[in-house]
């Protein structure tokens, strides 16, 4: 029982994902140009690194297992 709990909380997570990636565009944020997000453009190259987009992936993934585990 244990395997196939888990297979299907693997395949609902998978389409949530699929949706997000889906749907992304239409969304109000773009995921990854956030604000906050450190973004510096010189003369010979850039620099992009989405420090708040790693936050708020941290923290959804953080309560998302939380939760997974209180069950």
Aim: charged fraction near 10%.
């Amino acid at each position: 029982m244990g395997l196939g709990r888990a297979l299907i909380t693997a395949g609902v997570v998978l389409i949530v994902v699929g949706l997000f990636v889906t749907l992304g565009g239409r969304l109000p944020f773009r995921l990854g140009h956030l604000p906050g997000d450190i973004y510096y453009r010189g003369r010979s190259g850039s620099f992009y690194f989405p420090i708040v987009t790693c936050l708020l992936l941290s923290v959804v993934l953080s309560v998302l297992m939380w939760f997974i585990n209180r069950r």
